[in-house]
C-alpha cells in the first residue's frame, strides 16, 4: 500500500488532471457521480424497508450504501465533496484557485443533474412501491427528517460526513488495487450514514425523491397510514434553504480544512524548503571539492 505521505505527493498530480479535465467532459464525469451516489442511495432506502426495527433498518442502510463511493473511485467519475481534496495542490502552488472552484462548480452541478435523474426514474418508475409501498414511507421519512435539521445541526453534521468521506477516499487512493480500495472505504463511510451525518450529494438525491414520492398519492397516504403528520414540511425551499446550503459549507470544511489542509501541512508544506536546502548543500559541498 501507499503510505500517507505517498498519498499526498500522489494527489498532486491528481488534483492538477482534475483541474484540467474539459468542462463537457468534467460535466459528465459529474453527473454519472451523482448517479452512482443516488444508486447507493436507492439501495440504502429499499433495503431497511424489509426490516421493522428501526435501528437494524439503519444499520442494513449504512452497509448497503458504501456501494455509490466505491463505483465513483473505480469507475472513474467526480464528484465533489471527493475534489474538496483538489486544496492539496492548490497549497503546493501546482494548481490555480479559480481553476479548483472551477471544478467544484461544474462538479456539483453534474452531481445536482445525476442525482435528479435517479430520484426522478426510480420514483415514478415505481421503485419505491417495493414491499407495499414501505420503501416509498421509508424515503419520505428520511427526507423529511433531513429538512426538519437545524441550520447549525446540518451544517455541523455536514462537516462531520466530509470529513469521514475524504479520508475515506483517502484511504482507497492507499491501496493499489481494486480489492483493497473497496475495503478501505467500506467502514468509514459506513460509519457516517450509521451516525447520520449529511452529505449534499447524497441529498440531492434523497430529498427530491422524497419530495417525488409526497406528491404521489399512494405513497403519500401510505406515509399519512404511519399517523405522520408533518409531510407538509418537505418543501423545495427547505430542502435549499435548510439542508442542501448549510450540508454544503459543512462539506466544504470538513473536506477542505480537516483532511486537504491538514494533511498538506503534515506531509508537504516544507517539501520545497527541504528540497532546497539539499540543493544548497550539495552545491555547497560540489565547491570545496
Known sequence: ???????????????????????????LLAVLAGMFIALAGVGAEVAPATVASASLAKLIGALVFPTGLAMVLISGSELFTGNCLIIIPVLQKEAKIRSMLKNWIFVYIGNFIGSILIAAMTVYGGTFSLFSNEAAVYLIKTAVSKVSLSFSDALLR??????????????????????????ALFLPIMVFVLSGYEHSVA????????????????????????????????????????????????????GVVLVGMAYWYIYLHDTDKKLKASASGSGKNKKKK
Open 203 to 254: 441529498n440531492m438525491f434523497f430529498i427530491p425523491a422524497g419530495l417525488f414520492a409526497a406528491n404521489n398519492p399512494t405513497y403519500a397516504a401510505a406515509y399519512a397510514a404511519t399517523g405522520a403528520t408533518n409531510i407538509g414540511s418537505l418543501t423545495w425551499g427547505a430542502f435549499f434553504v435548510k439542508n442542501l446550503i448549510p450540508v454544503t459549507l459543512g462539506n466544504l470544511i470538513g
Open 1 to 27: 500500500m501507499n503510505s500517507p505521505k505517498e498519498v499526498a505527493q500522489n494527489y498532486i498530480a491528481t488534483g492538477v488532471a482534475k483541474t484540467k479535465t474539459p468542462i463537457m467532459k468534467m460535466l
Open 158 to 183: 455536514g462537516i462531520l460526513c466530509n470529513f469521514v468521506v475524504c479520508i475515506a477516499v483517502w484511504m482507497a487512493y492507499a491501496a493499489k488495487d481494486i480489492v483493497g480500495k473497496v475495503a
